[in-house]
């Protein structure tokens, strides 16, 4: 499988919203009800590379199988060294290391940012995601019970995180 990681272009956002859609309506991976609107991703995105965090794409064949992005994890000041990343694969392409291959370029450009550090917020229910940052370093340092309400259930988060060296 050749596929290839690039910087997100803005042609990109309609394959990436049906990932993020199918995620909102189908999994508790994203705790959105609604599915997002292609205007509201580009506003989204938009704002994300105003700030100059990247956002990138990995593609095989010119078909997008994946994205990941980081951003600001709080608003204060003294956290601008540590960001909230996310990574998402279409179904198809889970397992086929399109996920692998983002994160560990993600993390390349963290450190090209001098950040240090990262944090992934992940619903306890997911342990195969739990499982893959674990295989990157990250690391479980909390979980806040009931943080979340989808599906009539309470959901968990569990926060992982891993210092950029």
């Not at 909102?24 to 938009?46: G, H, M, V």
Request: aromatic share 12%.
């Amino acid at each position: 499988m050749n596929i290839e990681i690039r910087p997100y272009k803005i042609e990109d956002t309609q394959a990436i919203l049906d990932i993020i859609n199918d995620n909102i309506l189908n999994s508790t991976a994203l705790y959105d009800y609604e599915p997002r609107s292609l205007k509201t991703q580009i506003a989204i995105f938009d704002d994300k590379i105003k700030k100059g965090f990247p956002i990138i794409v990995a593609t095989q064949n010119h078909e997008v199988l994946g994205f990941g992005f980081y951003s600001e994890f709080r608003f204060r000041e003294a956290y601008k060294f540590t960001v909230e990343h996310s990574v998402y694969a279409k179904k198809e392409a889970i397992g086929k290391g399109v996920g692998k291959l983002l994160m560990t370029e993600l993390i390349a450009l963290a450190k090209a940012q001098k950040l240090h550090t990262m944090i992934g917020v992940i619903d306890s229910e997911n342990k195969s995601s739990i499982a893959f940052h674990e295989k990157f370093g990250f690391k479980i340092v909390g979980t806040i019970q009931d943080s979340g309400f989808k599906f009539n259930r309470w959901l968990h988060s569990v926060f992982m995180q891993l210092i950029i060296e």
